[in-house]
């Protein structure tokens, strides 16, 4: 009987409390696993971003489709809003995608904005280091990334365009103190 005597208490105790809040995740915490892709997840962590639709798998059925011009118009709307001249951005990517897809060094040269962002870090200084580390710049992931994005389909914050899942990322830059003239080059290859 005095063991119930002390539960009681503590049932009651128990009952009347109020559970603890779960705790805030760390600022540096990576993102829930949803199954999103790298992309979506980015995008849903990041207030400043604006995710673009997934691309999915391109079939005859597509082209008759009346929706595909309508994801490259909101992929430009996107770019409009945050970055400025759609149009700009889409003749680069093209360019760019057209260069590396069909391996012209020169090209890819004229897309690229030095000193070129890549991996680990590093910076390229100008187009002869670019041509001389190539291949190390222009793996077969970039390539892979690069000829599957379709510009409909690109990511787009206010750091720019991205191709892939970040190989490659393009931004513009301006050109004169009321930012009237800009050119939009690839800032980041990795």
Do not use: H
């Amino acid at each position: 009987m005095r063991t119930m005597a002390y539960l009681v208490p503590v049932l009651l105790l128990a009952a009347c409390s109020q559970p603890a809040p779960p705790p805030e995740p760390a600022a540096d915490a990576p993102p829930p696993m949803t199954g999103a892709t790298p992309a979506e997840a980015a995008a849903s962590t990041r207030p400043d971003a604006v995710a673009a639709p997934q691309a999915a798998a391109a079939t005859p059925a597509d082209a008759a489709n009346p929706a595909a011009p309508a994801a490259a118009d909101d992929a430009r709307a996107r770019i409009e809003t945050l970055l400025g001249d759609a149009a700009q951005y889409e003749k680069v990517f093209t360019a760019f995608k057209t260069a590396v897809v069909g391996g012209d060094r020169a090209a890819v040269v004229e897309e690229v904005r030095f000193p070129l962002n890549i991996s680990g870090g590093r910076k390229i200084t100008g187009p002869g280091e670019f041509q001389r580390n190539y291949e190390k710049i222009i793996t077969p992931a970039v390539v892979k990334a690069v000829s599957a994005q379709d510009f409909g389909t690109v990511f787009v914050n206010q750091q720019g365009v991205m191709i892939g899942d970040g190989q490659v990322w393009l931004n513009g830059q301006c050109l004169d103190k009321a930012c009237t003239r800009t050119e939009v080059k690839v800032i980041t290859i990795q």
